[in-house]
């Protein structure tokens, strides 16, 4: 079944009960049991919805993996994942990262003994943090917010051979434009809250994965701790998911025209997207991924939040916002806002600088876009 067909079948049969081709809305906190034990394989709706159910079979296809678990939000997914290890371990994530994931691992999970290690995205550096007591690879390709790429298989080449698991949030890209699992990835994160429901009207997040013991794991966390999504959420998923394909296309177009802008303009210092063939990533994303996303960063030149604010004030059309991945078009300020956990001076190592800008572009009339950036830059 090819990419278009699943998004619209994937785990998706007519309801059995009345033929109803879209899944329903399993309203419901618990199910009747016929004596103790005995059920149609639901219980309470904590562990187990139908219509959530729905959705795990779908996001587990549309990622080539066996197996998927839907949470309350991405982090609740991250969360449950890196519940799985124990004091002592160790990971080695990619600095440049979700500013929100960064706060998880620090003030989260490292007060209860687990150990932190971040480098850059080359995967040699990954492979000169590895200790005795390391057990995942965290990585984001491409990264949040500026843009940079990973090269997954060579990252998981060293994983394997050092008996590590590679973790990859693969929400930037989606499953449209890059199958992380087919280049080594043991488990598949997303904030389905984005480009998944991509209509800025729910919060989710998912795993996926192959292994039997480690989904175990992982579902007795979702189970026991309950951050769960909502059978309307579950829904509402589902029926973003299905023109996620066409989306992510004129989200690309849009986003190649709209970093073609940027690069030539004279306010503009650096544009960060993998599809300009200045980019040192064109080559690794034509190789790695099918498309090239909807996401581009870029530096004002002697920019700053005062140059910034001013440049946000002026927009018309595109939103001063958190979040990304909806059908609108929404611009974020790193340093403040999705950032903002991250230190000061780390942050500057990484490139989170003050003159930074992500933006989300989205599925509108490109002409009116830059239009939009265009009065706005200048003005």
Same mark, same amino acid.
């Given at each position: 079944m090819?990419?278009?067909?699943?998004?619209?079948?994937?785990?998706?049969?007519p309801?059995?009960?009345t033929?109803? &081709?879209i899944?329903?809305?399993?309203?419901?906190? @618990? =199910? !009747?049991q016929? %004596?103790?034990?005995k059920h149609k394989?639901?219980?309470?709706?904590?562990t187990?919805?139908?219509t959530?159910?729905?959705?795990?079979?779908?996001?587990?296809?549309?990622?080539?993996?066996?197996?998927?678990l839907?949470f309350?939000s991405?982090?609740?997914?991250?969360h449950?994942?890196?519940?799985?290890?124990?004091?002592?371990?160790?990971v &080695?994530?990619?600095g440049?990262?979700?500013?929100? @994931? =960064? !706060?998880?691992? %620090?003030e989260?999970f490292?007060?209860?003994?687990?150990?932190?290690?971040?480098?850059?995205?080359e995967?040699a550096?990954?492979?000169?943090?590895?200790k005795?007591?390391?057990?995942?690879?965290?990585?984001?390709s491409?990264t949040?917010?500026?843009?940079?790429l990973?090269?997954i298989?060579?990252?998981?080449d060293?994983?394997?051979n050092?008996?590590?698991?590679?973790v990859?949030?693969n929400?930037?890209?989606?499953?449209?434009f890059?199958?992380?699992?087919?280049?080594g990835a043991?488990?598949?994160?997303h904030?389905?809250?984005?480009?998944?429901?991509?209509h800025s009207?729910?919060?989710g997040?998912?795993?996926?994965l192959?292994?039997r013991?480690?989904y175990?794991?992982?579902?007795?966390?979702?189970n026991a701790?309950g951050a769960?999504p909502?059978?309307?959420d579950s829904?509402l998923?589902?029926?973003?998911?299905?023109t996620?394909a066409?989306?992510?296309?004129?989200?690309?177009?849009?986003?190649?025209?709209?970093a073609?802008?940027?690069?030539d303009h004279?306010?503009?210092?650096?544009?960060?997207?993998p599809?300009?063939?200045?980019?040192?990533?064109?080559?690794?994303a034509?190789?790695?991924?099918?498309?090239?996303?909807?996401?581009v960063?870029?530096?004002?030149?002697?920019?700053?939040?005062?140059?910034?604010?001013?440049?946000?004030?002026?927009?018309?059309?595109?939103a001063?916002?958190?979040?990304?991945?909806?059908?609108?078009?929404l611009?974020?300020?790193?340093?403040?806002m999705t950032?903002?956990?991250i230190?000061?001076?780390?942050?500057?190592?990484?490139g989170?600088?003050?003159?930074l800008?992500?933006?989300?572009?989205?599925?509108?009339?490109?002409?009116?876009?830059?239009?939009?950036?265009?009065?706005?830059?200048?003005?």
């Amino acid at each position: 079944m090819k990419f278009k067909t699943k998004v619209i079948h994937a785990g998706q049969e007519p309801d059995k009960s009345t033929g109803s &081709v879209i899944p329903p809305v399993y309203l419901t906190s @618990t =199910y !009747r049991q016929e %004596e103790i034990g005995k059920h149609k394989g639901f219980e309470y709706s904590r562990t187990g919805n139908p219509t959530r159910k729905v959705l795990e079979d779908c996001l587990a296809e549309l990622e080539n993996g066996s197996l998927a678990l839907a949470f309350a939000s991405g982090m609740a997914a991250e969360h449950a994942v890196l519940s799985t290890l124990r004091p002592g371990d160790h990971v &080695v994530a990619c600095g440049d990262m979700y500013g929100g @994931t =960064y !706060r998880l691992f %620090e003030e989260v999970f490292k007060p209860f003994g687990l150990e932190f290690t971040y480098v850059g995205w080359e995967a040699a550096e990954f492979k000169q943090a590895v200790k005795e007591n390391t057990q995942l690879f965290w990585i984001e390709s491409p990264t949040n917010p500026l843009i940079r790429l990973i090269d997954i298989r060579e990252v998981a080449d060293i994983a394997q051979n050092n008996g590590i698991r590679v973790v990859m949030d693969n929400t930037f890209a989606t499953p449209v434009f890059q199958q992380p699992m087919e280049l080594g990835a043991d488990l598949v994160i997303h904030s389905t809250t984005k480009y998944i429901g991509g209509h800025s009207d729910l919060i989710g997040g998912a795993v996926i994965l192959n292994d039997r013991n480690w989904y175990e794991k992982i579902k007795h966390i979702q189970n026991a701790v309950g951050a769960i999504p909502g059978p309307f959420d579950s829904w509402l998923m589902l029926r973003g998911i299905k023109t996620l394909a066409i989306r992510m296309k004129q989200h690309e177009e849009n986003a190649i025209k709209i970093a073609t802008f940027l690069k030539d303009h004279p306010v503009v210092a650096e544009v960060y997207f993998p599809g300009l063939e200045s980019s040192p990533y064109y080559e690794l994303a034509c190789r790695q991924m099918a498309g090239f996303g909807g996401m581009v960063s870029f530096k004002l030149k002697n920019g700053n939040s005062e140059t910034a604010n001013r440049f946000f004030r002026k927009l018309k059309i595109i939103a001063l916002a958190e979040s990304l991945g909806g059908v609108e078009s929404l611009i974020n300020y790193p340093a403040v806002m999705t950032h903002g956990s991250i230190p000061e001076k780390q942050r500057a190592v990484i490139g989170i600088t003050n003159d930074l800008i992500r933006f989300s572009v989205g599925i509108e009339d490109a002409g009116d876009l830059i239009e939009d950036l265009s009065t706005a830059l200048i003005g």
